[in-house]
């Protein structure tokens, strides 16, 4: 079923330190993810993605981790910074079908 | 900028009333869009894809005749909340592909509605 969050995890680093949000996917037959930051009251960002032919990835100071044996996805923020804070969600598709299965999402509070 | 933009962005009415949201891809069209919830602290849940020209397709548990969708053109999707609640306040977000080939692109999502029922 689809994934629901009813109490959000929070994550709290100092500006500077590197960040590390965590999330479990449902789903073995999913082969495409996202990692999508949300501010407050805006619609979800995109951030980087990974297929499932791989199982790292980098952009400008964020890296995507993918464990496929343990359905395990990382995003990793070097630098933190305070624009960083706001929710982050992980999500999984299984490209043969169209649903995007999003994760219960991380808040992170970056402290100056 | 933004791709896909979200009116009205805030609305505040009276319970019995039927309230409209509209979601636009802006310079781009779009086949496909899909229309999410998301109460405080939450995930987003998908409510339902949208397809032009078509019907659109609803998840599990949602209420076609609550929740009307059209999809009247390449742009432009509507979702009309009809008699709302206090218990259909929430977040309303509408997300749509930029591409052709969605399932292996990553959404783009409008800024999302606050709908509010007193």
């Known amino acids: 079923g689809e994934s629901v969050g009813l109490h959000l995890p929070t994550l709290s680093v100092q500006e500077g330190d590197n960040s590390i949000i965590n999330c479990a996917y449902s789903?073995?037959?999913?082969?495409?993810f996202i990692w999508y930051k949300q501010e407050s009251g805006k619609g979800p960002q995109f951030i980087i993605d990974?297929?499932?032919?791989?199982d790292k990835r980098q952009g400008q100071r964020v890296t995507v981790l993918l464990n496929k044996t343990v359905k395990h996805l990382s995003l990793q923020i070097a630098a933190t910074q305070p624009g960083d804070s706001a929710v982050y969600f992980c999500?999984?598709?299984?490209?043969?079908?169209?649903?995007?299965?999003f994760g219960p999402g991380t808040s992170l509070s970056v402290i100056p | 900028g933004a791709v896909v933009s979200q009116h009205p962005s805030w609305v505040i009415c009276k319970s019995g009333t039927s309230v409209k949201i509209e979601c636009r891809s802006l310079?781009?069209?779009?086949?496909?869009m899909f229309w999410y919830r998301q109460f405080p602290k939450q995930s987003l849940m998908l409510m339902a894809t949208?397809?032009?020209?078509?019907?659109?397709?609803?998840e599990q548990g949602v209420e076609k005749d609550k929740f009307l969708i059209n999809h009247a053109s390449l742009t432009l999707s509507t979702l009309t909340v009809t008699s709302a609640h206090p218990e259909d306040s929430s977040f309303y977000i509408c997300?749509?592909?930029?591409?052709?080939?969605?399932?292996?692109?990553?959404?783009?999502f409008g800024d999302g509605t606050r709908l509010s029922i007193l």
């Open positions: 997300s749509a592909p930029l591409n052709r080939g969605y399932r292996n692109q990553p959404q783009h």
């Open positions: 789903n073995s037959a999913s082969d495409y």
């Open positions: 990974i297929r499932s032919n791989m």
């Open positions: 999500a999984e598709i299984q490209t043969s079908y169209d649903k995007v299965i």
């Open positions: 310079d781009f069209q779009a086949t496909t």
């Open positions: 949208s397809n032009e020209g078509s019907k659109a397709t609803y």
